[in-house]
């Protein structure tokens, strides 16, 4: 697994496969740990650029297990950059605390702090769409580059406005999709993680590195039932 600025990647044998995150965090949301993914392209299809529409394919396909194995933190975990940091905390339950500031004002310092489960990622996290500068995608598209990036499948911040004829979805949705992508990132850890997730400016690749810090030590976590 590798993580760039705009997406995480998985790697295997030379293969990749781009953009998983969206499709992870519905997994990850659904309590799916076990499933086999086939893709016919070197990204995950982004869709609506949220993840409700994997909610809605896989929700009624899931099979209950039994309950699964979880990562339990036991130690507080950090990783910064700058002004940028995202840790792991020991805490009974999957909390995402995710703040924001951009310095775009329609996006501004927004904050989302939920409890994942299904339901409440159905309904509060997993319609928030990936977003961009509106000028970043125009700039994309005359190189040629990005041509499925439209405002069908992102949300295009443009100063004090959001380019979309829809509008928002939430008020927060910023923040929400980070959370929603932070649900993913931390998803590729194989199990769902309990513990308090926080991050600030955060990232995929300062989830990354928080993963491969937290389970690099076995007194910072232990397996349990
Ligand atoms: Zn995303």
Sequence with gaps: MSATRLATVIAENGTTV?????L???LSALGVTDARVEIDGPEVPIMDGSAAPF?????PKVVPG???EAIEVLRPVSVRAGSSFVAILPHPRRRFDVGIDFPDPVIGVQRAI????AEVFGREIA???????????????????GRGASLENAVAVDGERVANPEGLRFPDEFARHKLLDAVGD????GRPILGLYRAHKGGHRLNYQLLAALLSRSENFKIVA
């Design 18 to 22: 781009a953009t998983v995150e969206h």
């Design 24 to 26: 992870m965090s519905a």
């Design 55 to 59: 909610m809605a394919a896989l929700a």
């Design 66 to 68: 039994g309950p699964g």
């Design 114 to 117: 939920y409890d994942i489960d």
């Design 127 to 145: 319609p928030a769409r990936t977003f961009g500068r509106l000028k970043d995608v125009k700039r994309l598209r005359r190189r040629g580059y």
């Design 186 to 189: 931390l998803a590729l850890a």
